[in-house]
């Protein structure tokens, strides 16, 4: 059975990308292989000088991320960095680390967006980015000398003109609104998806619900096998580096119920009474939960 190519337009930097954490686990789950994955970073800054002119400063930057923690659930540290950071460095490590595969390129981008909204790493220098590389279980040192090298500025370059090509390939996303204006017309926002199968695609321009991703992949391949949703247990079992209390809420609800972030958190919390998972401490007041049992 032919799985549905999905790529994925982001950069670690935006708050919608990450707030979409939890549909993006949630599409993991319900699909496993049937979906094959390819990222496409967009390179939304590299460095920081217009948002100093527009009077941005570390301090805002927090206050802003706050209120998409309120509003989607992801954790936010409300400590704001000693400077602003620009994503450009950050997007080239993901490319370095895809080189040893699209799931290592997976793994670093995950590391760098919690890092982005829950630490005060400073993330468009090295030694930010090592330290997230090493918490994804990456070769950290190679992965740093790698974001100087030819062939991975070439990648990020590659990626970024594709991001950047959404007047040509994502007209969708332009008639929703859900594009930026660029050279050459249009860019692609954070989080879009485009769904691909059999030469068919469908297009999911920037911040979306779930169901319209679900929707996309029901149009495409409506005899695609779906799982069930899990229990936190084995959810967790299936993610070892951790999901955060939101995603596990997003993953576990039944079809047509809401996410219920409390009934997730209380879940969650009898399970670590019980020496089955394990609780690290992210953000101002959310965890990392692993299966450990």
Same mark, same amino acid.
């Given at each position: 059975?032919?799985?549905?190519?999905?790529?994925?337009? &982001?950069?670690?930097?935006?708050?919608?990308?990450?707030?979409?954490?939890?549909?993006?686990?949630? /599409?993991?789950?319900?699909?496993?292989?049937?979906?094959?994955?390819?990222?496409?970073?967009?390179? +939304?800054?590299?460095?920081?000088?217009?948002?100093? !002119?527009?009077?941005?400063?570390?301090?805002?930057?927090?206050?802003?991320?706050?209120?998409?923690?309120?509003?989607?659930?992801?954790?936010?540290?409300?400590?704001?960095?000693? !400077?602003?950071?620009?994503?450009?460095?950050?997007?080239?490590?993901?490319?370095?680390?895809?080189?040893?595969?699209?799931?290592?390129?997976?793994?670093? /981008?995950?590391?760098?967006?919690?890092?982005?909204?829950?630490?005060?790493?400073?993330?468009?220098?090295?030694?930010?980015?090592?330290?997230?590389?090493?918490? $994804?279980?990456?070769?950290?040192?190679?992965?740093?000398?790698?974001?100087?090298?030819?062939?991975?500025? $070439?990648?990020?370059?590659?990626?970024?003109?594709?991001?950047?090509?959404?007047?040509?390939? %994502?007209?969708?996303?332009?008639?929703?609104?859900?594009?930026?204006?660029?050279?050459? %017309?249009?860019?692609? &926002?954070?989080?879009? /998806?485009?769904?691909?199968?059999? %030469?068919? &695609? /469908?297009?999911?321009?920037?911040?979306?619900?779930?169901?319209?991703?679900?929707?996309?992949?029901?149009?495409? $391949?409506?005899?695609?096998?779906?799982?069930?949703?899990?229990?936190?247990?084995? +959810?967790?079992?299936?993610?070892?580096?951790?999901?955060?209390?939101?995603?596990?809420?997003?993953?576990?609800?039944? *079809?047509?119920?809401? *996410?219920?972030?409390?009934? $997730?958190? &209380?879940?969650?919390?009898?399970?670590?009474?019980?020496?089955?998972?394990? *609780?690290?401490?992210?953000?101002?007041?959310?965890?990392?939960?692993?299966?450990?049992?």
């Amino acid at each position: 059975m032919a799985p549905v190519r999905v790529t994925q337009y &982001t950069d670690p930097s935006c708050p919608w990308a990450y707030s979409a954490e939890p549909c993006l686990r949630s /599409l993991e789950w319900r699909y496993g292989d049937g979906l094959e994955w390819r990222t496409v970073m967009i390179g +939304l800054s590299e460095d920081t000088r217009a948002r100093e !002119r527009a009077g941005v400063t570390p301090e805002s930057r927090v206050e802003g991320w706050l209120d998409f923690g309120d509003r989607y659930g992801m954790p936010v540290s409300s400590t704001p960095r000693t !400077r602003l950071i620009s994503s450009g460095r950050a997007c080239r490590a993901v490319k370095a680390a895809e080189r040893d595969g699209a799931a290592a390129g997976a793994r670093m /981008l995950r590391a760098v967006r919690l890092a982005w909204f829950t630490t005060t790493l400073l993330l468009d220098a090295d030694e930010g980015l090592a330290e997230a590389a090493a918490a $994804a279980g990456l070769d950290a040192g190679a992965i740093v000398a790698g974001i100087d090298d030819p062939g991975v500025e $070439a990648a990020y370059q590659r990626d970024r003109a594709e991001a950047r090509s959404a007047s040509e390939t %994502g007209a969708p996303a332009v008639a929703q609104g859900r594009a930026a204006e660029s050279e050459p %017309g249009a860019r692609f &926002t954070a989080p879009s /998806l485009v769904f691909e199968r059999d %030469g068919r &695609t /469908l297009v999911a321009g920037g911040w979306q619900p779930f169901d319209a991703y679900d929707l996309c992949v029901a149009n495409l $391949a409506p005899d695609l096998p779906r799982r069930p949703p899990p229990d936190p247990a084995d +959810l967790l079992a299936a993610y070892p580096a951790g999901l955060v209390t939101v995603e596990v809420a997003e993953v576990c609800r039944e *079809r047509n119920d809401d *996410r219920s972030v409390a009934a $997730a958190a &209380t879940a969650l919390a009898e399970l670590e009474r019980a020496g089955i998972v394990r *609780r690290t401490p992210i953000g101002d007041d959310d965890g990392l939960w692993q299966r450990i049992a």
